[in-house]
């Protein structure tokens, strides 16, 4: 198990054009998450899958934002016609299921709007 | 959400032990203490949690206050690898939740050779 993989890294978009995430969490964790952190800031939860279901979504996810877990394993975040203020570093993590002590995290795709 | 409080920074030496405090004075009785900390450039790690009792494990130990109002992350030997932000978190297990964390700023941790 090489824990929960987030790709790209690093994406540096023009202000305007959409991007996509893709998170791969720990095989067999039924929950994922997403979260985005600005700088000096802790993270700030975004959204929530329990297996393929999105049940929960903040505030902060405006109607730019979409997520989709279409099979229950990995999950794509995609953000349309973006902004300078999307630029962040975006967190996935994932649990085995809702009593877990831990989630884990990936290392994060960095975000910069240019 | 409950609401934590933590200090801002910290410093410690190498090899001594530090106490990093939280208060969460509207903690919930569904409500576990958890704890993650975030090395730079990392996402965040997960420490320790613990509802009610001290806990121990390989990283930590956990003291909880009595009231639960309170609460003390200790790392026996800090090592320079320790150097991070460590979030004291309120978790509730409720299902209507999700269980998702909420992070506050954190404490920083600077751990002086």
């Not at chain 1, 985005?36 to 109607?63: I, M």
């Not at chain 1, 995609?78 to 002590?101: F, H, K, W």
């Not at chain 2, 910290?10 to 569904?30: A, K, Q």
């Not at chain 2, 320790?48 to 130990?61: C, D, E, F, K, W």
Request: net charge neutral; proline share 5%; aromatic share 8%.
């Amino acid at each position: 198990d090489t824990g929960v993989s987030q790709n790209p890294r690093h994406k540096i978009t023009k202000r305007g054009q959409n991007v996509t995430f893709r998170c791969d969490p720990i095989s067999e964790h039924n929950r994922l998450y997403w979260y985005r952190q600005t700088l000096g800031q802790g993270p700030e939860f975004l959204t929530y899958f329990q297996n393929e279901a999105q049940l929960e979504k903040s505030r902060l996810l405006s109607d730019r934002f979409s997520a989709e877990r279409p099979k229950g394993s990995f999950s794509t975040l995609e953000i349309q016609r973006t902004e300078q203020g999307d630029s962040a570093m975006y967190l996935c993590a994932s649990s085995r299921d809702p009593t877990g002590a831990e989630a884990f995290f990936g290392q994060g795709t960095r975000l910069t709007v240019v | 959400d409950a609401k934590t409080t933590q200090p801002n920074s910290m410093e410690s030496n190498e090899e001594e032990p530090v106490h990093l405090p939280c208060n969460h004075s509207t903690i919930s009785g569904t409500d576990y203490i958890h704890w993650y900390r975030q090395l730079p450039s990392q996402g965040p790690e997960y420490v320790i949690h613990g509802l009610t009792s001290n806990v121990n494990n390989r990283m930590a130990s956990l003291a909880i206050a009595e009231d639960r109002k309170s609460s003390t992350l200790i790392l026996h030997r800090a090592t320079l690898r320790d150097a991070a932000v460590y979030y004291c978190i309120l978790r509730d297990v409720g299902e209507t939740s999700g269980s998702r964390l909420t992070f506050g700023e954190g404490t920083q941790l600077t751990v002086n050779p």
